[in-house]
């Protein structure tokens, strides 16, 4: 069965520190892509980053950093330097990829970036 | 840009009543999707929809029912609303097909329903 395992619910920072958020997940399928989203308190979830099985290059953007190792399964989101905007939950999700794109989601992480 | 939007940010109902939640995309995406969030289970699939007229049941469908006449809108319904409803209903759109937005589910701000 396919699972996202999220174990921090929640993690508070002071700002300017950096803070790791950790992904486990668990698939039978070879093929399959990894996903973080980020949930303001607006509560809309907006994508940050898709990841495919056949690429283990990390990726930076910004301050965002994601750590992909198959080895381990996990798929774990840093953010460098966090500002009070980081604030929100944090999502990480697997799908299958096949033609449904069905998404199962972690429990979330909530991320406090206090001033 | 991909704009998913859900008709009602807060709605308050009263139990048994018979309630709908609409989701409008406006990318063309074939599949759209319904999930509930609550605190502690992040998010549940309830149903999703591969085309107009087809639905398929997620993992929490017991008490809902869906809708997808026309290619753009998702409706979820909830024939006779209960309590244990109350939740944040998220709906999302995706396109299949290839390219780099193949897969990635696009989001609606949600809707916080309360049933009293």
């Known amino acids: 069965a396919q699972k996202v395992t999220q174990a921090q619910t929640e993690i508070s920072v002071v700002e300017k520190e950096d803070v790791t958020l950790d992904c486990v997940y668990e698939t039978r399928d070879t093929t399959y892509y990894l996903f973080w989203y980020k949930q303001p308190p607006s509560g809309e979830l907006v994508f940050l980053i898709r990841r495919n099985s056949f690429d283990e290059q990390n990726e930076i953007s910004g301050r965002y950093s994601w750590n992909f190792q198959k080895s381990t399964s996990s798929f774990n989101f840093t953010i460098t330097a966090s500002q009070v905007v980081d604030s929100a939950v944090y999502f990480c999700?697997?799908?299958?990829?096949?033609?449904?794109?069905?998404?199962?989601f972690g429990t979330g992480t909530l991320l406090a970036v206090q001033p | 840009d991909v704009k998913v939007t859900q008709s009602s940010r807060y709605l308050v109902k009263r139990t048994g009543e018979k309630v709908f939640l609409e989701c409008v995309q406006d990318?063309?995406?074939?599949?759209m999707f319904w999930y509930r969030q609550d605190p502690g289970l992040g998010l549940r699939l309830i149903y999703f929809?591969?085309?107009?007229?087809?639905?398929e049941k997620g993992d929490i469908p017991e008490g809902y029912s869906v809708s997808r006449e026309k290619k753009e809108r998702f409706s979820l319904i909830l024939e006779s609303a209960s309590t244990n409803q109350t939740s944040m209903y998220l709906c999302a759109s995706t396109r299949i097909g290839q390219g780099n937005s193949k897969n990635i589910q696009y989001f609606g701000a949600g809707t916080r329903l309360s049933v009293l």
């Open positions: 929809s591969y085309d107009v007229k087809m639905k």
């Open positions: 990318m063309d995406h074939e599949n």
């Open positions: 999700a697997l799908s299958e990829g096949g033609a449904t794109n069905k998404l199962i």
